[in-house]
């Protein structure tokens, strides 16, 4: 009989657990007990509490989770993995077994919690989505979006006609970008070079917030980004690595996310919206394959999603499950696991029948033709000549788009400068180093 033992803060827990956690971090990142703690401390709201759990046999340890509890309404409360990130045995560590699995739950089921569990990154095979299953059913379960996957080696599958003709297209996209400047690839170490890895991370993020200035998205928030750098510099090993295509130094697309042996987990990527008619994403992608294999990673990782722009790539995927459940039998509990479940499921069924790209074409067709002409601009880029810095374009830009191309590139070569473009008469486009000093200024002209 397997007997599960609790703690409720990190401090307390480390003695016993981390080391059990940071094994498992070698196939799964977000098992790190640095990774775990620094984004409980970033990310807890009041109210909320984490349980980290041991599961012994006998008194050895062979297991452990580590969950959020948070307050919804009142007394009632929804329990959740503390992490988010790759699925597989994700919230789980250690020993990878249905006996396991059902003590977490059985512990869960017992601690006299009203309310609901929602259990998310449950691969599919796996010993607690199996778990789930045989406890509450396949109606408990909802089908998430797969990890695809790409095998880097010599012995990778063939690719489907498709996408094998979509991949041969890239390098002549890249030969296409090089009329903007020289590309390049940099390769990021954070823990080989860890004070300059952590300089560039506002440049990555300035990039990212062009790529999702009309979307949300969780890296916009001030608090995830501080825990991200606050890690990369105080973590023993972070295992970050980040893949940066550049444009004459410019940084203009990055895959960001974790070494974990011989394969790389991507977490963040990103890329100038700009560029999107050039595919920069893909080609990003394309270098950072090569790259992959000189540093003998063998196996990329791209984490959930379901987009083209990781399908086109993909060898395969893994099946991802969650599972939502009421935490005892009373109405409450059960309201509150119905709550949970249902939009979940719609965003499933959505999936499932194509309804969110309908609902995104539509939408980009009710921002009227400015919109859609403008996402495909062919963008500013920098180039650099034995005088000042020039600009060149080769088709017709909104101002606003040109103002936002120029800001950006003015600020990552003048990074501890403050950059300021205007339009002070039709057809010039002034580029002010401070508010009162001296200003380069560019014809409309010149620039077409």
């Known amino acids: 009989m397997l007997e599960a033992r609790a703690w409720n803060s990190f401090e307390r827990a480390r003695p016993r657990l981390a080391s059990l956690f940071d094994e498992a971090a070698a196939s799964n990142p977000f098992h790190a007990w640095d990774w775990m703690s620094s984004y409980w401390d970033a990310t807890r709201r009041k109210g909320e509490s984490v349980c980290l759990l041991g599961i012994f046999r006998s008194d050895e340890l062979i297991a452990a989770a580590a969950f959020r509890v948070r307050k919804v309404l009142g007394s009632i409360s929804v329990v959740e993995f503390l992490t988010e990130g790759r699925s597989d045995s994700q919230g789980v560590a250690g020993e990878q077994s249905l006996a396991v699995a059902n003590a977490i739950l059985r512990y869960l089921r017992t601690r006299g919690i009203c309310g609901a569990a929602r259990l998310n990154e449950m691969a599919q095979p796996s010993p607690m989505r199996e778990a789930c299953r045989l406890t509450y059913g396949e109606g408990a379960l909802t089908r998430e979006y797969?990890?695809?996957?790409?095998?880097?080696?010599?012995?990778?599958?063939?690719?489907?006609?498709?996408?094998?003709?979509?991949?041969?297209?890239?390098?002549?996209?890249?030969?296409?970008?090089?009329?903007?400047?020289?590309?390049?690839?940099?390769?990021?170490?954070?823990?080989?070079n860890r004070q300059e890895c952590v300089a560039w991370l506002p440049r990555l993020f300035a990039l990212h917030d062009l790529r999702h200035a009309d979307r949300r998205n969780a890296w916009k928030d001030v608090r995830n980004r501080e825990f991200l750098a606050n890690y990369a510099r105080?973590?023993?090993?972070?295992?970050?690595?980040?893949?940066?295509?550049?444009?004459?130094?410019?940084?203009?697309?990055?895959?960001?996310?974790?070494?974990?042996?011989?394969?790389?987990?991507?977490?963040?990527?990103?890329?100038?919206?700009?560029?999107?008619?050039?595919?920069?994403?893909?080609?990003?992608?394309?270098?950072?394959?090569?790259?992959?294999?000189?540093?003998?990673?063998?196996?990329?990782?791209?984490?959930?999603?379901?987009?083209?722009?990781?399908?086109?790539?993909?060898?395969?995927?893994?099946?991802?499950?969650?599972?939502?459940?009421?935490?005892?039998?009373?109405?409450?509990?059960?309201?509150?696991?119905?709550?949970?479940?249902?939009?979940?499921?719609?965003?499933?069924?959505?999936?499932?029948?194509?309804?969110?790209?309908?609902?995104?074409?539509?939408?980009?067709?009710?921002?009227?033709?400015?919109?859609?002409?403008?996402?495909?601009?062919?963008?500013?880029?920098?180039?650099?000549?034995?005088?000042?810095?020039?600009?060149?374009?080769?088709?017709?830009?909104?101002?606003?788009?040109?103002?936002?191309?120029?800001?950006?590139?003015?600020?990552?070569?003048?990074?501890?400068?403050?950059?300021?473009?205007?339009?002070?008469?039709?057809?010039?486009?002034?580029?002010?180093?401070?508010?009162?000093?001296?200003?380069?200024?560019?014809?409309?002209?010149?620039?077409?």
């Not at 070494?259 to 990103?270: E, K, S």
């Not at 083209?308 to 939502?324: E, I, L, P, Q």
Request: net charge positive; hydrophobic share 40%.
């Open 146 to 192: 797969p990890c695809p996957y790409r095998d880097l080696t010599a012995s990778a599958p063939p690719e489907s006609g498709s996408n094998k003709s979509f991949q041969k297209r890239i390098p002549n996209y890249r030969r296409r970008l090089e009329a903007f400047g020289t590309a390049s690839l940099k390769v990021l170490d954070f823990d080989a």
């Open 234 to 448: 105080t973590a023993v090993r972070s295992n970050l690595l980040a893949f940066v295509t550049l444009l004459d130094g410019v940084p203009v697309a990055f895959d960001l996310g974790f070494r974990c042996g011989n394969t790389f987990v991507l977490y963040i990527p990103a890329f100038h919206p700009s560029f999107e008619k050039f595919r920069l994403g893909h080609v990003n992608r394309w270098m950072t394959f090569q790259e992959c294999a000189r540093l003998g990673i063998d196996h990329y990782d791209f984490s959930r999603g379901d987009s083209f722009a990781k399908r086109v790539w993909a060898h395969g995927a893994v099946d991802n499950y969650s599972c939502t459940f009421a935490l005892s039998g009373g109405l409450m509990s059960r309201l509150t696991a119905f709550t949970l479940r249902a939009p979940v499921r719609i965003k499933a069924w959505m999936r499932e029948h194509n309804q969110t790209s309908r609902i995104a074409t539509f939408v980009e067709f009710a921002r009227g033709p400015q919109s859609r002409k403008s996402s495909q601009a062919i963008p500013v880029a920098l180039t650099r000549e034995s005088g000042p810095l020039r600009y060149s374009r080769l088709s017709g830009l909104p101002e606003a788009r040109m103002t936002q191309l120029v800001e950006f590139v003015f600020a990552q070569q003048c990074k501890d400068s403050e950059w300021q473009v205007t339009w002070p008469a039709p057809g010039l486009l002034c580029a002010s180093l401070t508010p009162a000093g001296p200003s380069i200024e560019i014809p409309v002209a010149r620039l077409r």
